[in-house]
């Protein structure tokens, strides 16, 4: 994190095929009267090393629409395309694996990738010294704190060499200087690597802190209502002066829609 | 908008870690092992008190209930003999084979049964329901169908001990967490890969408490087994047990109570210790407060 550079967020989606995208996508859960439609034909696009924040109140498809990129579930209707380009999650929990070593948990990832054994060490170090926890590498899990773990589990997502990181309010259980840090990590980790980034989180300042665009979601049905594009000059602050302002603005937005529920 | 220096950001972020994680001290197997040992000690130094207490009360003469320094006694005069330790070693080999086959069976019908739906709904309340009944009930079928004979015995003890060991297994995989699986689902694993690396190392410790109560089953049947099928020129303790009674001989019948009990609880500690491991290296022991 050097010199600020300019405008390099923005103004990334050429018109080439985006990275993914998400055609009049819906999701209904469960059958009959107790049915609920969760996401109702939601069309969003990302580009290649797009930034792109996902934001609505809690309930509002967040997560859903996540899971169905991933393929952890299937859309009732509507398509999804990834033009087969490799993905990686972080959930909320770090959800690694307690019986593995930090590295172990790193290693798994190229394990899978058919990497040896030899390699795989040295990748997984050179991947946990990129978020700074080199020295843990023998750790087990629950011996490193939140933000670490947290950490691990993005080192881990790494190791996929995926072009599509898509990250559950990823942040969301930590306190504030940890953001802060993970944030610049992360923003420098998604220049570097030109990642298209699909980032959910409840946080507006979060939010435009971070992304190229902030989609606003709707609740119940989730569906797009807005879609901001950000356009501050990157690395931006949490505390700025600039993302507040814009923040302000979003935030009552979202207030106005989830009052309409109250009514 | 000050961006900060790469190494303070990297003090920053050191510091950070230093403060929040926790200092904890490991303790060494022989810690555990005694750290669960010397409560057990107390307990038989109470356990011999109220023995000696109701022999004292004279309920029974002493040639019928033996007090504890005559049958300890006894004990050590038996240590003495080479038949006792054949007897021990006989039980003790039937035992860790008819475990072992056990855990065999048990793990392939815990496999099967975890993995196809159908054999789900077929066998899984069959094989708790297994589990529930005496493992003495099965001797009369066995032995018909083995006579007396160490198969007999073999035979009964892993049908004693093989449904708690799939049930174990069972467990674990159905217990396996959500967030796990849809971590290890978005890591590219699947099918063989996902068993290998999730879903059998997450059912560990699921397993290790089925391997646990698939031993306490193993023995008494054993026992029970070697009660009923007594073969000849094969001491073991089951048949030192049968031969006191028949000769009266309380202090001898006592002895080897003491000797089943004592490994008992002996392998009972070693399932412990490596329960315990276990949950430390998982961080499932912090306790709170
Ligand atoms: N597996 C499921 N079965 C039934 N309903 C679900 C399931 N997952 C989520 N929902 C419902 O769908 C809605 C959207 O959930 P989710 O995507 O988790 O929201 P968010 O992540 O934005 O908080 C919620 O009302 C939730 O209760
Ligand atoms: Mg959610």
Redesign the pocket.
Known sequence: MTAPAQELGSGRSEGDTPAVRLDAVSKV??RGPSS?L?LDQVSLEAAQGEFVCLL??????????L?LVAGLDRPTAGTIETGGRKIAMMFQEPALFPWLTVSGNVELALRVQGLDRKARRARAAELLDVVHLGGFARKRPHELSGGMRQRVSLARALAQQADLLLM??PFGALDAMTRDLLHDELERIWRERNLAVLF?T?NVREAVRLGDRVVL?SS?P?KVIEDYSVKLDRPRRTESRDVAELAGGITERLKEEVRRHGR | MAVEAPNRLNEQIAGLDALEIQTERKRGVLQLFWGRLWPMLLAVAIVLAIWEGVVRAGFWPEYVFAGPITSLQELGNRLGTAEFWHAIATTMRRGLSGFALAILVGVLIGAAVSRVRLLRAAFGSLITGLQTMPSIAWFPLAILLFGLTESAITFVVVIGAAPSIANGLISGVDYTPPILLRAGHVLGLRRLALYRHLILPASLPSFLAGLKQGWAFAWRSLMAGEILVIIANQPSLGEQLHYARELADSARLLATMIVILVIGVLVDVLFGVADSALRQRWGLDQRIG
Not at chain 1, 56 to 65: E, H, I, L
């Open positions: 859960y469960g609920l969760a609505g109140a809690s309930g509002c498809g967040k997560s859903t629409m899971n559950d309010e959910v409840h979601l119940r989730g």
